[in-house]
């Protein structure tokens, strides 16, 4: 199978980082249950909006987020028996192409360079499987689509849904 992965709320925790820097910036207790079911930037005060939209703007945002739990293991064991390509929109923010790069060589070593395909629009993306946190990306795709669940995504239905890793691997290994 040719398999596409994204990386933001997938592999990386990104929305997470989110709030853990609102936090330490506001000195909030902003917390993952209050923001469930929408973007964390709509959580907060409409004067703090543009703060959270534009961390993903600073350098560092992307090298210092944290994988999510299993997706090595379970990426390596796929990447074992299927062709694996990372697929993940790179190219809004300015420093994001640099810094997914080198985050992929830390903690994904084993997907090389060639398979990791950063652009913008997914919808010319043609394999079997696409796991994917945003239904837009989802939608267009001609393969097997697997919504990875992600807080601000938890009440959008109509596609195949994987909460963690250990799904994903019960699907597909």
């Not at 929109?89 to 830390?106: G, H, I, R, V």
């Amino acid at each position: 199978m040719v398999i596409f992965v994204d990386m933001d709320e997938v592999m990386a925790d990104t929305y997470g980082a989110h709030i853990e820097i609102y936090n330490k910036e506001f000195k909030e207790c902003l917390t993952l249950e209050t923001c469930m079911g929408h973007e964390v930037w709509h959580t907060v005060p409409k004067d703090r909006q543009l703060s959270v939209k534009n961390h993903a703007r600073n350098k560092g945002f992307f090298r210092g987020l944290k994988p999510i739990a299993d997706s090595k293991a379970v990426l390596r064991e796929l990447s074992l028996s299927h062709e694996v390509y990372i697929a993940s929109a790179a190219m809004q923010f300015p420093n994001s192409l640099e810094e997914k790069s080198e985050w992929l060589d830390e903690h994904f070593p084993f997907i090389p360079w060639q398979q990791r395909i950063l652009c913008g629009h997914k919808h010319i993306l043609k394999g079997d499987v696409l796991i994917d946190d945003r239904s837009y990306n989802l939608e267009s795709f001609e393969g097997r689509s697997l919504m990875f669940t992600s807080p601000h995504n938890v009440n959008i239905s109509g596609f195949e849904r994987a909460d963690n890793w250990q799904e994903i691997a019960e699907k597909l290994l």
